[in-house]
């Protein structure tokens, strides 16, 4: 039993894993909601470049873009959740991997909140990150550790893994993304 008794919550393990896709997607869906429209009024930042590996066509559809990453990123996060559903019901425990990407879940959450604080302005996905990311990361790697289905080691190792394959699928995703995205007809207001 997960840590929810205590709130009156009846929660299952299952339920807290699948949890991992339904907030990506949830705070995803706040980041295409918003990205072009910020990423535009941005442009002339120096710095928005430089945190960006892939170059911006500013001719091309940049939600279509950003979209195309997302769904790369989530398929990938709801293939690692269901292996992660299936181990815990078959064996009780969890790949370390799953709490890799979800510690790297929580680390995306924390940036958002502190680029929010350094820049002083909304960036995309900074509501949802504070809303659900940081807690739900928080409170299954709380859980995780709790119920000793993971431990450091593990964790660390899912990390080190998780985090290159996480910038690998985001890269590979926006520069895919971007090549197929199609040309605006008319300038994006």
């Known amino acids: 039993m997960i840590l929810t008794e205590s709130l009156g919550w009846n929660w299952s393990m299952e339920m807290l894993l699948w949890l991992l896709p339904i907030v990506f997607f949830l705070h995803d869906g706040e980041e295409i909601a918003t990205m072009e429209r910020w990423v535009r009024s941005n442009k002339d930042n120096p710095s928005l470049s430089s945190i960006s590996s892939v170059r911006i066509r500013w001719d091309k559809n940049l939600t279509f873009s950003f979209t195309f990453a997302v769904l790369v990123l989530g398929l990938v996060l709801s293939s690692i959740t269901w292996h992660a559903a299936v181990r815990y019901e078959a064996a009780g425990s969890t790949p370390f991997l799953y709490a890799g990407f979800v510690a790297v879940f929580l680390l995306d959450g924390i940036k958002h909140v502190g680029a929010t604080m350094l820049t002083r302005k909304y960036t995309p996905g900074v509501i949802t990150a504070a809303l659900l990311e940081i807690p739900f990361g928080a409170y299954a790697l ?39 995205a199609p040309v605006r007809n008319m300038p994006f207001e």
């Open 142 to 180: 709380y859980n995780l550790f709790h119920l000793k289905m993971i431990d450091l080691p593990a964790l660390a190792l899912g990390l080190a893994i998780a985090v290159p394959v996480t910038l690998f699928l985001v890269w590979s995703g926006l520069t895919l993304g971007m090549r197929l």
